[in-house]
T-cell receptor
Framework: GQQLNQSPQSMFIQEGEDVSMNCTSS?????WLWYKQDPGEGPVLLIA???AGELTSNGRLTAQFGITRKDSFLNISASIPSDVGIYFC?????????????WGLGTSLAVNP | GAVVSQHPSWVICKSGTSVKIECRSL??????MFWYRQFPKQSLMLMAT?????????EQGVEKDKFLINHASLTLSTLTVTSAHPEDSSFYIC??????????FGDGTRLSIL
């Protein structure tokens, strides 16, 4: 099935550094979502974006819905060890909930204390 | 709020047996739930969309007779892996969307078939 282009695939950073990851799509999305998954657990929603150009923050996390509606980025500022995990972007082509999501392949983040 | 509970979290069984996994929305009603499968170091792969009171919608390549889905109430969907074999071993995750919210996920079920 269709998947999003998510980069980078993995990152290894020092505690305190900022992190940036992004996703691109060949089609226009109505909604962009960012999730974090810890080993052996389900993904947890971090940020939801609904409008082109929208910039939303959740604590040290900031995400933006690209103006073309085909891309989104997630920034993490001042990383800490508990930021370790896999970050997934997901897009939704149709408006409303209960719609299928299209997923990126994930960005694996490792933080060196 | 918006809690999705999945049970069991881990199951080991012999080849040929059937395994049932439950997905519950604890504090909201869900007319639709989603079932995913995830292999190690890979992304989530949608298997099927579970619809309350009607048949599930399966993604291309997913055997509906192998992965039986029942969504008999607004808070419970079940996935039964029938006649499971080692190649069915995987991490299975369900999700549901509270009203006006994106999908929230259960904690997943690790299935190991010996």
């Amino acid at each position: 099935g269709q998947q999003l282009n998510q980069s980078p695939q993995s990152m290894f950073i020092q505690e305190g550094e900022d992190v940036s990851m992004n996703c691109t799509s060949s089609s226009i999305f109505n909604t962009w979502l960012w999730y974090k998954q810890d080993p052996g657990e389900g993904p947890v929603l971090l940020i939801a974006l609904y409008k082109a150009g929208e910039l939303t923050s959740n604590g040290r996390l900031t995400a933006q819905f690209g103006i073309t509606r085909k891309d989104s980025f997630l920034n993490i500022s001042a990383s800490i060890p508990s930021d370790v995990g896999i970050y997934f972007c997901a897009g939704q082509e149709e408006a409303g909930n209960n719609r299928k999501l299209i997923w990126g392949l994930g960005t694996s983040l490792a933080v060196n204390p | 709020g918006a809690v999705v509970s999945q049970h069991p979290s881990w199951v080991i069984c012999k080849s040929g047996t059937s395994v049932k996994i439950e997905c519950r929305s604890l504090d909201f009603q869900a007319t639709t739930m989603f079932w995913y499968r995830q292999f190690p170091k890979q992304s989530l792969m949608l298997m099927a969309t579970s619809n309350e009171g009607s048949k599930a919608t399966y993604e291309q390549g997913v055997e509906k007779d192998k992965f039986l889905i029942n969504h008999a109430s607004l808070t419970l969907s079940t996935l039964t892996v029938t006649s499971a074999h080692p190649e069915d071993s995987s991490f299975y995750i369900c999700s549901a969307s509270p009203p006006y919210q994106p999908q929230h996920f259960g904690d997943g079920t690790r299935l190991s078939i010996l």
